[in-house]
């Protein structure tokens, strides 16, 4: 009976890797070469976020951060996301100005990959000066064929301030500014399945206030394979599995209980 638990545990492994373990051969998605290539990074003005002018990453809008001691000012997470490795980035920053900045990663899906999917990590951080919800600061994700331009389904996102926005919490570190909310860093994910051997656009955006007297940045991450399986531990008679974080719960099954991941 041991035998055959642990042959069925390998096989219900091998299955699992062979239908979500693609690990994407995307360089610097995840910012590990330490640096700013590869990404497009554009600036501009907000609101509604306009970033017409490309640029080369500049200080203090499209930062690199590093892993350490060195958290957030207002939020107090860290400036890394924990999971993810040794760097993030930084989108914008908290001066004002009505300023915008966008990072853009170009995802070259694999052709033959018939379930593919990205992982992003972000974190927020508003003022919310109580403006027109037109005029607020913000953050925006949106992922589109960067040959037609039509957007991925499910794949555009807009965070704008506000002092009820799920998943944020007010600023109480610093003392002289009562306004700011924050999200600590979450995970996200879009489903690029359908799309192989095309090539995706994917832009980060923030922007401050419309009336320029009120900021809003974020972090932001990106894993280089989504779903990847990792053997946790392994005895006698079976194989502990473990996914990515972010998700509520997992339901595992092998080729015969679910015959359209075989």
Not at 209 to 226: E, W
Request: hydrophobic residues 35%.
């Amino acid at each position: 009976m041991k035998s055959y638990k642990y042959i069925l545990s390998i096989a219900l492994l091998l299955s699992y890797t062979k239908a979500f373990c693609q690990i994407s051969d995307q360089p610097n998605i995840d910012f590990e070469f330490g640096n700013t290539s590869v990404w497009n990074y554009y600036i501009g003005t907000c609101c509604p976020i306009a970033t017409p002018i490309s640029t080369p990453a500049l200080n203090d809008r499209h930062t690199i951060t590093t892993a350490g001691t060195i958290v957030d000012p207002y939020g107090q997470f860290p400036v890394v996301c924990a999971s993810c490795g040794k760097y993030s980035m930084k989108l914008g920053n908290d001066s004002i100005g009505a300023q915008a900045e966008k990072a853009r990663y170009y995802i070259h899906v694999p052709p033959g990959i018939t379930n593919y999917s990205i992982i992003y990590h972000y974190a927020v951080v508003f003022e919310d000066p109580g403006h027109l919800p037109s005029q607020q600061p913000r953050f925006e994700i949106i992922a589109f064929d960067s040959v037609s331009g039509i957007p991925v389904p499910c794949a555009q996102y807009s965070y704008v301030a506000s002092s009820n926005l799920p998943g944020f919490m007010h600023s109480t570190n610093i003392d002289s500014i009562s306004d700011v909310f924050y999200k600590d860093w979450s995970m996200g994910s879009i489903n690029l399945t359908g799309y192989e051997g095309k090539t995706i656009t994917l832009d980060f955006s923030t922007g401050d206030c419309s009336l320029g007297g009120h900021f809003g940045y974020a972090y932001i991450d990106m894993s280089s394979g989504l779903f990847a399986i990792s053997t946790v531990s392994c005895d006698s008679d079976k194989v502990t599995l473990a996914g990515p974080e972010g998700y509520k719960q997992y339901y595992w099954y092998d080729s015969m209980s679910c015959p359209e991941i075989g």
